[in-house]
Nanobody
Framework: QVQVVESGGGLVQPGGSLRLSCTAS????????MAWYRQAPGQQRELVAE???????NYAGFLKGRFTITRDNTRNTAYLQMNSLEPEDTAVYYC????????????????WGQGTQVTVSS
């Protein structure tokens, strides 16, 4: 019913930048907040940033202003601009959309992407 696809991951040197994208498509009636998470090897998945339909953003404290989350509601796409990357940012990054699906009843649900690998290494 709904597909969520991330892109933009890769290998980058410390201090470099990457921009992740996440697009939702399918039988979407209405789309709400979205968020980026990450999971490093052997670690639990953690919230990186989230953004409401009205573009109000919140960030994890460990980011120190290095990342910026944005969204384009006309394209059902969100972005995570990551600057000053550190080796500790190495992880699989996942996006999650909250979506009300056509024919999905009276409530919205969360839909996850498959993840995109970000590796920060020299």
């Amino acid at each position: 019913q709904v597909q969520v696809v991330e892109s933009g991951g890769g290998l980058v040197q410390p201090g470099g930048s990457l921009r992740l994208s996440c697009t939702a498509s399918g039988r979407i009636l209405r789309i709400y907040d979205m968020a980026w998470y990450r999971q490093a090897p052997g670690q639990q998945r953690e919230l990186v940033a989230e953004i409401t339909t009205g573009a109000q953003a919140n960030y994890a404290g460990f980011l120190k202003g290095r990342f910026t989350i944005t969204r384009d509601n006309t394209r059902n796409t969100a972005y995570l601009q990551m600057n000053s990357l550190e080796p500790e940012d190495t992880a699989v990054y996942y996006c999650r959309w909250n979506i009300w699906v056509i024919g999905g009843g009276g409530a919205s649900s969360n839909y996850w992407g498959q993840g995109t690998q970000v590796t920060v290494s020299s």
